[in-house]
């Protein structure tokens, strides 16, 4: 099937002169201006290939044919090429900005034309088959999603599940009682907290659910278990990075926990600049009946740390975001200026520190 593609120009001659160079490979249409382009685009809009428009046309120019179009949402849909005598940097710029595809400037060359079009329809035809793979990309994540959701719920209901959770929760419980056992005994001992807050959250079933797809396990309670190291997580925010490296090391070698995995980020961030101290604990908990060991994730940052991880984590799942390429670059920058803050201000406060003992002696 030939496309279609509709040619617009008040100058006859023009209109012809395209005809002829095109009619053995596109069905073309004729417009002598502007009202007429708007008419046959009513008619054909959903198979145009191509628009060949003129700027200088009676009753509506080129540019508000354009205006027309985009108020229309037609733009998105069907390529526009200037055909002009034109040729100022600064007429095609405006055009470039209004959103159209190319020019073809007179007087035509029917190698230039033809290949001009050839190009924009093979390009339109792309555009179209990568929008509708989006689409259907789209629509079997919204029906895994539903999947999901459907699963999620029946999982809820399951005793085994809800126990899972409830000893993850202790698991939690027994985390924040050691770091605010540490935090109690650092402001008796050195009249100062070693962290400014702790955070907690247990995953959803929906993020379970998701993750275990992901990963490509079944859907059990017990690869929940078994795969998912981050279903209980507990975030540690400290003033100074020399503090999340102690409370670590003191965390760790308490002899009831074992440490299952740790990953620094923040002696080597991850390339958007990201931050953060991961540890993976064995803690354990006592139940009625036994005691049993939980993974529980913990994150340790500082405050300029954190507020950066907050910023970033909005970006990231925050769609159709303006400029998301000049963000991430200055997000990058901004954790290499953290960096050097939290340096800085830990260096004054051992300054700070030290003018005190002295004092003290």
């Given at each position: 099937m030939q496309s279609r593609i509709l040619v617009a120009d008040d100058a006859e001659v023009n209109r012809e002169i395209l005809r002829d160079m095109l009619e053995d490979d596109y069905i073309i249409e004729m417009a002598e201006d502007g009202e007429q382009v708007i008419r046959k685009l009513e008619m054909y809009q959903n198979d145009t290939e191509a628009l060949l428009l003129d700027l200088h046309m009676p009753k509506m120019s080129g540019y508000n044919v354009i205006a027309e179009m985009k108020r229309r949402g037609w733009m998105d849909k069907i390529p526009v090429l200037i055909i002009s005598g034109e040729g100022t940097a600064e007429v095609e710029k405006q055009c470039f900005e209004l959103g159209v595809l190319d020019f073809i400037h007179k007087p035509f060359d029917a190698s230039v034309v033809k290949n001009r079009i050839r190009n924009t329809v093979e390009l339109s035809a792309?555009?179209?088959?990568?929008?509708?793979?989006?689409?259907?990309?789209?629509?079997?994540?919204?029906?895994?999603?539903?999947?999901?959701?459907?699963?999620?719920?029946?999982?809820?209901?399951?005793?085994?599940?809800?126990?899972?959770?409830?000893?993850?929760?202790?698991?939690?419980?027994?985390?924040?009682?050691?770091?605010?056992?540490?935090?109690?005994?650092?402001?008796?001992?050195?009249?100062?907290?070693?962290f400014e807050a702790i955070s907690s959250r247990l995953k959803s079933p929906e993020s379970i659910f998701e993750k275990l797809l992901r990963k490509g396990f079944p859907i059990t309670v017990k690869n929940v278990e078994k795969h998912l190291a981050d279903v209980a997580g507990v975030r540690v925010i400290c003033?100074?990075?020399?503090?999340?490296?102690?409370?670590?090391?003191?965390?760790?070698?308490?002899?009831d926990i074992v440490v299952l995995e740790e990953k620094d980020?923040?002696?080597?961030?991850?390339?958007?600049?990201?931050?953060?101290?991961?540890?993976?604990?064995?803690?354990?908990?006592?139940?009625?009946?036994?005691?049993?060991?939980?993974?529980?994730?913990?994150?340790?940052?500082?405050?300029?740390?954190?507020?950066?991880?907050?910023?970033?984590?909005?970006?990231?799942?925050?769609k159709d975001?303006?400029?998301?390429?000049?963000?991430v670059a200055q997000l990058k920058a901004c954790a290499d200026s953290i960096e050097l803050l939290d340096y800085q201000m830990q260096e004054i406060r051992d300054k700070i520190d030290n003018d005190r003992d002295e004092n003290f002696k």
């Open positions: 792309h555009k179209n088959l990568l929008e509708q793979e989006v689409e259907r990309q789209t629509r079997a994540l919204k029906k895994q999603e539903q999947i999901i959701e459907i699963q999620a719920e029946q999982l809820k209901k399951e005793k085994s599940f809800n126990n899972l959770m409830m000893q993850y929760r202790c698991a939690i419980m027994e985390v924040e009682t050691k770091l605010k056992v540490l935090n109690e005994e650092f402001s008796q001992e050195y009249n100062r907290n070693p003033s100074f990075p020399d503090d999340i490296y102690h409370l670590a090391e003191l965390i760790c070698s308490q002899d980020y923040i002696k080597d961030p991850k390339s958007n600049g990201y931050r953060s101290l991961h540890l993976i604990l064995d803690i354990p908990i006592f139940l009625s009946n036994e005691k049993k060991y939980m993974k529980v994730e913990i994150q340790f940052r500082t405050i300029a740390m954190d507020f950066w991880a907050s910023l970033e984590h909005k970006l990231k799942y925050k975001v303006k400029n998301a390429e000049d963000i």
